[in-house]
């Protein structure tokens, strides 16, 4: 058990609707990372967040958008869903920020968007 | 060419087998980080390294910084090391970049 807590494990929607993954850090960890992993792209850097504010920015879409809470906890929000989003989106946490990945990152287990 | 690149894609082994995926990348690098994604979809940490060897259980990550090369080495392999490995690498910043992964089958 990573200690990184993702709901929901499954989400099937239509398209151009809006959704809301939510992602909870491992315990004392700041950093929460949003990656995707679609069958022609692979595992991709979404967004990183430290500590309530965006810290890096990947090939995330402006359709998608992102929050960490005061409670560390973390929101990405998918809307206009188109069928090409359909993947599974994972969420990461480290404990610090700026540490160029010396630190490991802990996986949850992820949400498995569909897009009918 | 992506940044990190993994060989084999697909790999076949019997129970007991020595088992290496290799990781090449073309980039400088802070950390190579080698993670195991079960058929379920989760994701585990398995190394994290910058320089020379570690070792965990039956599972021997290594590193040559010069080459930009790394070797995930599994000895005395089991039909539940059955997974798909992949490599990452971070640079200047804390996101990983990785690769296509490399998809291990062990048979009894």
């Known amino acids: 058990d990573s200690g990184v807590t993702q709901t929901p494990k499954h989400l099937i929607t239509a398209t151009g609707q809006r959704v809301t993954l939510r992602c909870s850090p491992r315990?004392?960890?700041?950093?929460v990372y949003w990656y995707q992993q679609s069958l022609d792209q692979g595992l991709q850097f979404l967004i990183q967040y430290y500590n309530g504010e965006e810290r890096a920015k990947g090939n995330i879409l402006e359709r998608f958008s992102a929050q960490q809470f005061p409670d560390l906890h973390s929101e990405l929000n998918l809307s206009s869903l188109e069928l090409g989003d359909s993947a599974l989106y994972f969420c990461?946490?480290?404990?610090?920020?700026?540490?160029?990945?010396?630190?490991?990152?802990?996986f949850g287990d992820g949400t498995r968007l569909s897009i009918l | 060419k992506n940044e990190v690149e993994q060989s084999p894609q697909n790999l076949t082994a019997q129970e007991g087998e020595f088992i290496t995926i290799n990781c090449s990348y073309s980039?400088?690098?802070?950390?190579l980080h080698w993670l195991q994604q079960h058929p379920g979809g989760g994701i585990v940490s398995l190394f994290m390294l910058s320089s020379g060897k570690k070792k965990h259980g039956r599972l021997i990550a290594t590193i040559n910084i010069q080459e930009k090369h790394s070797s995930l080495h599994i000895t005395a392999s089991h039909p539940r090391d059955s997974a798909v490995y992949i490599c990452?690498?971070?640079?200047?910043?804390?996101?990983?970049?990785f690769g296509t992964g490399t998809r291990l089958q062990v048979f009894p």
């Open positions: 990461a946490s480290s404990v610090g920020w700026g540490d160029r990945g010396t630190q490991p990152q802990h």
């Open positions: 980039v400088g690098i802070s950390a």
């Open positions: 990452a690498v971070t640079g200047d910043t804390d996101k990983l970049i």
């Open positions: 315990s004392g960890d700041l950093s």
